[in-house]
Every structure is written in structure tokens, then in C-alpha cells.
């Protein structure tokens, strides 16, 4: 299906927006190639051209990509014990394995992930954010040791950022011509610049200056051990990366109220890297925080994020002296504004009137989104929310008996047979103590997958050893090609059997 083209494109709106993530995009990028142990310059090619790449080619209009901290804290390992080379390569491979998940149309499966993973990663990012944001309060001392900032100077940014805090808190409501975001960098920059004001710069980071990035094969011998160091590199960033971008998509659409297009994004964060790769850039996936910027400066389509990868080179190639006069507090309050816009605050009321299981894994993704990674918390949520799944599910299995006769005994089975069900099956079933003949009857019961089956043979098996005659009622045939051993004491009934499809694995 055609991907549909937004109709009324406001351009000064998706301009200024694209320039609002610009400025916001600088302080990051620098960041996260130091966390990452490369040149400011590598992350702000990644950030420009991940963020052009995937704003043409991604499944998402108006979401914002570049160099993250997710995946800074993954190389920091492999530059340190192999070399920068060495991560061009592992960013290259990277893109690749995106690419083939896309085509496989594998992004589809970001669907299984259940609403309270979503809210635990979403609040789990915005205190990651926050706390990012904590650093700008430091200083280093005479011995390069980060120390908090006290007195005056503590004084005055904090001053600035809640000055910048409170422009883009009431300009809204005065107008929207403009981005609020904007509009508060540019007033404090001003503000500080205009009265010499001592507080720390975009330019005492680093400096943001250089040339177009340079076309650059990754300098590593092409043999199976270069393959060994970068792939194990490769897959995870692969994963953060989709991980996080996947996650991002899904929250833009719920804000936006669109649907963007999973695999396709997939495909477009894998071009973005392969080509990062080549070009001297330490690779990127979609960020949450730049997102919200966009789409809340009234981004929406894929010229905010064309504009902002532009404006980001121009700041490179000839505006980086007046971006460096840009204050950090400037930076730091719209963070601040971005985490209190992404948190949802809604949890705390939600969390009275919600199951508690789902509360607790809320509670545990944003517990390992803060303190280990997106991608581990992720999946530890998603595992978390099968296991509860299973257990509910597995207590839900419900089986009555009866007498035909003082010879027949008919066991009545109402549930889900799977592999969270199974022991409670077998162990309310009377094996010895039943009389000569047993009816189990699945007419309101479904059998979903291998260990359904196998429990099943199980039973069969013990009826079998203790000399008693089963009948098995209302199973698809498809159950009993893998009842083994226990044929001759069971009754197959085709003519009332159900016709459904099991999950199971086929053995040679």
C-alpha cells in the first residue's frame, strides 16, 4: 500500500521545527560521541546523516533519528579495545541486519509488545533524559573531576533554565506562530550574550566545526576474525537500535494519531547506518526526546526532518561559531520540558485501578530503562508479561467429572491446554483410583500448543500402564498423530472433532 501524502503542509511550521531540533540536536551529538570515546565530529555526522536518511526513506514522518546514548554505551567498548575503524565496520553490518529485518517484514512484531512495556519505557526514557540532563550542573574541578556547580554560577543556570522553561510553558498560549522551543533558545542566547552573562556554552563542549563528511571504507582487514569482533557489536546495536525506534514509532502515532510503517522504518534506520558507516559516522536510531521536540514545535511531516538533518550541516560547515555562543541552560530547559511532556503522568492514577501484575512491570522497565538499557528492559518486559499471561491462563483450566456408571467415570475439561496449563491437567486426574473405562471430553477445551499434546500423551501413557480403556472426545486429529503409544486405548471420534491448528514443533 502507497504511502498516503500529508495534505496542507505548513511549511514555516516544519522549517522552524526542523531548526528547533537542529540546536537541540548539537549538545546530544557531542555527548554521546564522548560517552562513546570518538571526536564530537563523528556523532554530528551520524546525527545528520542518519537523520536525512531516515526522514526520506524511514516508515515515520516527523520522527527524529540520530546518534543516541543507547547505543554510545555499547561502543564505547569495542573503540576502546579495537579502535574507531572498527566500529565504522560494526556500524556498517549493523545497517545490514536492519535492512534484511525489514525485508523479512520481522518489524511487524513490535505489535506483541503489551501497553504497560510501553508505559514502563516510556517513563523509564523520560527519567533517563532527566538525569542526562543532571550533568549540565557540573563543573570540572582544577583536577578534571565533574563537581556540582555552587554559588553564583549555580545560581544563574538554574535561573536560565527555568527562564527558558517558563517561555516555552506560556508562549503557547499567547501564540504558535512560532515554536515555543525556539523562541526560548533564541531569547536566552540572546539574553546571555547581550550581557556578557558567565554560564557554560555549546562551544566549552566542543567545538562543532568541519568540513562535509568524507566518503571512508572502514580501514579493517576483510576476514572471518574482523567479522568475529564486529558481529557480536552488530546484533546488538541492530537490535537497540530497532528496538528503540520501533518503540518511538509507536509513540508518535499515538500522539499524532497516524499509523507509520514498522518495516519500513526498519529498512530506512538500516540504509541510514550502512551509509554512516562509510562516511565517518558512528550510526544512530530514532530519539524519543528530539521526536517530542518536533512533533510538539508542530512537526508532522518528512521536511521537518529533511530540515533539521540540513540545518544541522550548515551549523557545521559555517554557523558553528554562533551555535557555540548558544547557552547550555537553553538546551538543558527544553530537556526538561521534553521529559515532563513524555512521562506519562497519568501512570500514577492508572496504577489504583490496574492489575498489579501490570503495574509491577511498568514499575520494572522503567527500573531497567534507567539503570541498564532500553533493549534489556524491553525484553525483560515483554518475558515478564508472557510468564504473567501464562500463569493467569494456567489457573484457568477448569475440569469436572461425573458417572455414567459405576464403570465410567467422564472427566469434563474447560480451558486452554498449553504449557502453563499442563501440570494443573494431569494432576486432576485420579489415574489409579479411576474405574475400567474414562471419558475425557475437550469439547470446551482448545489445545494450543506442544506441551498441550505432550501432557495429553502422557495421561494416555498412564491409563495405558494401570490396564484402563480412554476415550479421548472432541481432540482434532491433529492431537492425535502425536498421541504415541497409547492407540489401542484410545477412541478417536472424527466425526465430532473439532477442526483447529496446534502451535507445535514437529519431531524428525
Not at 504473567?388 to 456408571?405: H, L, P, T, V
Amino acid at each position: 500500500m502507497k504511502e498516503r501524502l500529508i495534505k496542507n503542509i505548513n511549511y514555516k511550521n516544519e522549517l522552524l521545527s526542523g531548526l528547533t531540533v537542529a540546536l537541540a540536536l548539537v549538545p546530544e551529538a557531542v555527548a554521546f560521541s564522548l560517552v562513546a570515546g570518538v571526536g564530537p565530529l563523528v556523532g554530528l555526522y551520524a546525527a545528520f546523516m542518519v537523520g536525512l536518511i531516515t526522514a526520506i526513506f524511514g516508515g515515520r514522518p516527523g520522527m527524529i533519528s540520530g546518534a543516541t546514548g543507547a547505543l554510545a554505551v555499547v561502543m564505547v567498548e569495542l573503540v576502546s579495545e579495537h579502535g574507531i575503524e572498527y566500529l565504522f565496520g560494526a556500524v556498517v553490518l549493523m545497517g545490514i541486519i536492519q535492512i534484511s529485518v525489514g525485508l523479512l517484514k520481522l518489524g511487524k512484531f513490535i505489535r506483541i509488545i503489551p501497553l504497560p512495556v510501553m508505559f514502563g519505557f516510556v517513563n523509564g526514557l523520560a527519567i533517563v533524559i532527566f538525569l542526562a540532563q543532571l550533568n549540565q550542573f557540573k563543573v570540572a574541578d582544577p583536577n578534571g573531576a565533574l563537581v556540582w556547580m555552587t554559588g553564583t554560577e549555580l545560581i544563574i543556570m538554574v535561573g536560565l533554565v527555568l527562564m527558558t522553561m517558563s517561555i516555552m510553558y506560556f508562549l503557547p498560549k499567547l501564540t504558535k506562530a512560532i515554536p515555543s522551543a525556539l523562541v526560548a533558545i533564541l531569547f536566552v542566547a540572546g539574553l546571555v550574550n547581550f550581557f556578557n552573562i558567565d554560564t557554560k556554552s555549546v562551544g566549552d563542549i566542543a567545538s562543532v566545526g568541519g568540513g562535509f563528511p568524507q566518503f571512508h571504507i572502514p580501514n579493517i582487514p576483510l576476514n572471518l576474525h574482523s567479522i568475529e569482533i564486529i558481529l557480536p557489536y552488530a546484533v546488538i546495536l541492530a537490535a537497540i537500535g530497532l528496538i528503540e525506534s520501533l518503540m518511538t514509532l509507536t509513540l508518535i502515532d499515538d500522539i499524532t494519531k497516524t499509523r507509520g510503517r514498522g518495516n519500513k522504518e526498519c529498512v530506512g534506520q538500516g540504509l541510514a547506518n550502512v551509509l554512516t558507516g562509510f562516511f565517518g559516522g558512528m550510526g544512530g536510531c530514532a530519539m524519543i526526546g528530539q521526536s517530542m521536540i518536533n512533533v510538539n514545535s508542530g512537526g508532522r511531516s518528512r521536511l521537518s526532518g529533511i530540515s533539521a538533518a540540513l540545518f544541522l550541516l550548515g551549523f557545521i560547515l559555517f554557523g558553528s561559531s554562533l551555535i557555540e555562543l548558544i547557552p547550555i541552560a537553553a538546551l538543558t530547559g527544553v530537556m526538561f520540558m521534553v521529559v515532563i511532556a513524555t512521562f506519562e503522568w497519568s501512570t500514577f492514577k492508572m496504577i489504583k485501578n490496574i492489575k498489579k501484575t501490570d503495574g509491577f512491570v511498568i514499575v520494572l522497565v522503567s527500573a531497567i530503562t534507567i539503570v541498564e538499557d532500553l533493549a534489556i528492559a524491553v525484553v525483560a518486559g515483554v518475558i515478564v508479561s508472557a510468564l504473567i499471561f501464562a500463569w493467569e491462563k494456567g489457573k484457568r483450566i477448569d475440569i469436572n467429572f461425573s458417572y455414567i456408571s459405576e464403570e465410567t467415570k467422564v472427566y469434563q475439561v474447560r480451558g486452554a491446554l498449553f504449557f502453563g496449563s499442563a501440570r494443573n491437567f494431569i494432576e486432576s486426574f485420579d489415574v489409579s483410583n479411576d474405574p475400567k473405562e474414562v471419558i475425557i471430553d475437550f469439547l470446551n477445551a482448545r489445545v494450543f500448543d506442544h506441551s498441550g499434546i505432550d501432557i495429553i500423551n502422557s495421561l494416555t501413557g498412564m491409563y495405558k500402564e494401570e490396564g484402563k480403556i480412554l476415550h479421548l472426545k472432541h481432540l482434532t486429529p491433529e492431537c492425535f498423530e502425536f498421541i504415541r503409544d497409547s492407540a489401542e486405548v484410545v477412541d478417536i471420534n472424527i466425526i465430532e472433532d473439532p477442526n483447529y491448528h496446534i502451535a507445535i514443533n514437529e519431531l524428525a
